[in-house]
């Protein structure tokens, strides 16, 4: 494999791994300026977001109400439902918008990646940037609410979008022979987001030094990956 092949090859899994297939970010009846939408409607979708953040962050998905998120926003019950469906189109919003502000960490880590244990390390070093920046956002976002969907509402939870994006990295990444031909990427991708989530989590709650949690988990999956 030549240098150009690797470099082609991680600039590729760069772009698969952000494309996270995110789900619209203006939700039923939030509109946009553009669409001629006051700024006052457009203030209280704002505290609406900011208070639905805390208390998905703070109570869980399950333990916060509609009610709640009005209260917390310091605006009308009513004035909810302008903005979002019901509770769980407000939880989608919220994990849009951790989706995005993901990205932005990660495509600031990604700029220079140029191998397959460079990909890798650095997409955990961005999550754990992400997650000191915004203690309890990602693990609230990784709540699974997918049984509570009706029909297809043509969006994905982040951990779909964030393994689906993996499992297009890696594909990548095996063009250019840097994972090995038998990975079925699809389940590597959700088995890393699941390692990433769990280890992260226990690492978190025993106090596990960041480099010392990324060179090991680095180390492990490049192992199980990479072209022997």
């Given at each position: 494999?030549?240098?150009?092949?690797?470099?082609?090859?991680?600039?590729?899994?760069?772009?698969?791994?952000?494309?996270?297939?995110?789900?619209?970010?203006?939700?039923?009846?939030?509109?946009?300026?553009?669409?001629?939408?006051?700024?006052?409607?457009?203030?209280s979708r704002r505290k609406l977001m900011a208070a639905a953040r805390k208390l998905f962050v703070e109570r869980g998905y399950h333990d916060t109400r509609p009610q709640d998120i009005s209260r917390e926003a310091g605006v009308g019950h009513g004035t909810f439902y302008l903005h979002f469906e019901d509770k769980l189109d407000c939880f989608l919003a919220f994990t849009d918008e951790a989706a995005n502000e993901l990205d932005v960490f990660?495509?600031?880590?990604?700029?220079?990646?140029?191998?397959?244990?460079?990909?890798?390390?650095?997409?955990?070093?961005?999550?754990?940037?992400?997650?000191?920046?915004?203690?309890?956002?990602?693990?609230?976002?990784?709540?699974?609410?997918?049984?509570?969907?009706?029909?297809?509402?043509?969006?994905?939870?982040?951990?779909?979008?964030?393994?689906?994006?993996?499992?297009?990295?890696?594909?990548?990444?095996?063009?250019?022979?840097?994972?090995?031909?038998?990975?079925?990427?699809?389940?590597?991708?959700?088995?890393?987001?699941?390692?990433?989530?769990?280890?992260?989590?226990?690492?978190?709650?025993?106090?596990?030094?960041?480099?010392?949690?990324?060179?090991?988990?680095?180390?492990?999956?490049?192992?199980?990956?990479?072209?022997?």
């Open positions: 494999m030549t240098m150009e092949d690797d470099a082609s090859g991680a600039r590729a899994a760069k772009t698969a791994v952000l494309e996270l297939e995110k789900g619209p970010t203006t939700q039923a009846g939030a509109g946009g300026a553009g669409n001629g939408v006051s700024r006052r409607k457009l203030e990660l495509h600031t880590h990604l700029a220079n990646a140029g191998t397959l244990e460079v990909v890798v390390r650095e997409i955990l070093r961005g999550t754990f940037e992400y997650t000191a920046s915004n203690p309890g956002v990602l693990a609230a976002a990784l709540t699974d609410v997918s049984v509570l969907w009706k029909g297809d509402i043509g969006r994905k939870a982040p951990a779909v979008r964030w393994s689906e994006g993996w499992a297009r990295a890696l594909e990548e990444l095996k063009q250019v022979k840097q994972v090995a031909a038998d990975v079925d990427c699809k389940l590597a991708g959700y088995l890393i987001v699941g390692a990433i989530r769990q280890g992260g989590a226990y690492a978190s709650r025993d106090h596990l030094d960041h480099e010392f949690y990324i060179d090991n988990v680095t180390r492990l999956f490049v192992r199980a990956l990479k072209v022997q």
